[in-house]
């Protein structure tokens, strides 16, 4: 037991699941959504905007070690990201300054700021310039949180799945070949074991931005021939490889994640998907 208390700004699925583990070491936690969320034990929950003044005076009138923010957008357009990431982040920190700031500030990012497209390796120190508007705005709110006078660090997650984000293997039923372009992904309980590991990491060797991601980057075209075979389809039936307009794009290494001690329960999309299969055959059949 800690006795330590955390707040979570905006609580899904990855949010609660990090809350949880944190409400079962004796921490207090507090999540806050705008929408309603299922009951969890010990959970403190306060439904509402980040931005309205009734949350922001509840935030500066409590003390949290640290704060968790996990937004996200209500659409895909360049004002949805601003109002999803960037305004929430200003009002914080414009709140903060009034007392009570964190003693860390974790900030769930997204691989999606690096804009290389040629195959590179791309870590902490690679350059990070989205020309993507709405990545734009993601890089933008890191800048805000980084630049502030907190101890904020940014956590960029590469592509997320688990079992019920079953993107990928839908595409491979429907027998969509992919292409040559890297691809790279983290899973669900990996990226929640990230947030647990860096809220209790001693705040001396927390570092300011870490890239999240398994070590096994692979072409679209070769994941999705690897999973025909895990789900009994000929590879052979799959549509013949597209030719990427983004180039070969990026391969994302998290080596500063390992040596800070963090071990990847997930370190391959084989042994992830392997978890996930289960659950999606009995999708596709109906069987609980």
């Given at each position: 037991?800690?006795?330590?208390?955390?707040?979570f700004?905006?609580?899904g699925d990855?949010a609660s699941?990090?809350?949880?583990a944190?409400?079962?070491d004796?921490?207090t936690v507090?999540?806050?959504?705008?929408?309603?969320?299922?009951t969890?034990v010990?959970l403190e929950?306060?439904q509402g905007?980040?931005?309205?003044e009734?949350?922001?005076?509840?935030?500066?009138?409590?003390?949290?070690?640290?704060?968790?923010?996990t937004?996200t957008?209500s659409?895909?357009?360049?004002?949805?990201?601003r109002?999803?990431?960037?305004a929430?982040?200003?009002a914080?920190l414009?709140?903060w300054?009034?007392?009570n700031?964190?003693e860390?500030?974790?900030?769930?990012?997204?691989?999606?700021?690096?804009?290389?497209?040629n195959?590179?390796v791309?870590?902490?120190?690679s350059?990070?310039?989205p020309?993507s508007?709405?990545?734009?705005?993601?890089?933008?709110t890191?800048?805000?949180?980084?630049?502030?006078a907190?101890?904020?660090?940014?956590?960029?997650?590469?592509?997320i799945?688990?079992p019920?984000r079953?993107?990928?293997?839908?595409?491979?039923?429907?027998?969509?070949?992919?292409?040559?372009?890297y691809?790279n992904?983290?899973?669900?309980?990996?990226?929640?074991?990230v947030?647990?590991?860096?809220v209790?990491?001693?705040?001396?060797?927390?570092q300011k931005?870490?890239?999240?991601t398994d070590?096994?980057?692979?072409?679209?075209?070769?994941?999705r021939v690897?999973l025909?075979?895990?789900?009994?389809?000929?590879?052979?039936?799959l549509?013949e490889?597209e030719v990427?307009?983004m180039?070969k794009?990026?391969r994302?290494?998290s080596?500063?994640l390992?040596?800070s001690?963090y071990?990847?329960?997930?370190?391959t999309?084989k042994?992830?998907?392997?978890?996930?299969?289960?659950?999606?055959?009995?999708?596709?059949?109906?069987v609980r």
């Amino acid at each position: 037991m800690t006795g330590k208390k955390h707040l979570f700004i905006g609580f899904g699925d990855l949010a609660s699941r990090c809350a949880q583990a944190l409400i079962d070491d004796g921490d207090t936690v507090v999540g806050i959504a705008r929408s309603e969320r299922p009951t969890q034990v010990g959970l403190e929950f306060w439904q509402g905007d980040v931005t309205s003044e009734s949350i922001l005076q509840r935030i500066r009138e409590a003390y949290f070690d640290s704060v968790v923010i996990t937004l996200t957008p209500s659409g895909r357009r360049e004002e949805d990201y601003r109002r999803a990431y960037y305004a929430p982040v200003k009002a914080l920190l414009q709140n903060w300054q009034l007392g009570n700031a964190p003693e860390r500030i974790l900030y769930i990012s997204s691989t999606g700021v690096y804009a290389q497209s040629n195959g590179e390796v791309v870590d902490e120190n690679s350059p990070a310039e989205p020309t993507s508007p709405t990545q734009v705005i993601l890089r933008e709110t890191e800048e805000l949180l980084l630049n502030s006078a907190y101890r904020a660090t940014v956590i960029r997650f590469s592509g997320i799945y688990g079992p019920k984000r079953n993107y990928l293997l839908r595409q491979v039923v429907l027998g969509n070949g992919g292409n040559d372009q890297y691809s790279n992904r983290i899973h669900e309980e990996d990226c929640s074991g990230v947030m647990y590991f860096l809220v209790n990491l001693p705040i001396d060797q927390l570092q300011k931005i870490y890239l999240a991601t398994d070590k096994t980057p692979v072409t679209s075209r070769d994941i999705r021939v690897w999973l025909a075979g895990e789900l009994g389809i000929d590879p052979n039936t799959l549509s013949e490889p597209e030719v990427s307009p983004m180039g070969k794009a990026k391969r994302c290494h998290s080596a500063l994640l390992e040596n800070s001690g963090y071990e990847f329960k997930y370190p391959t999309y084989k042994s992830g998907y392997i978890s996930c299969l289960a659950f999606f055959r009995r999708l596709e059949t109906g069987v609980r």
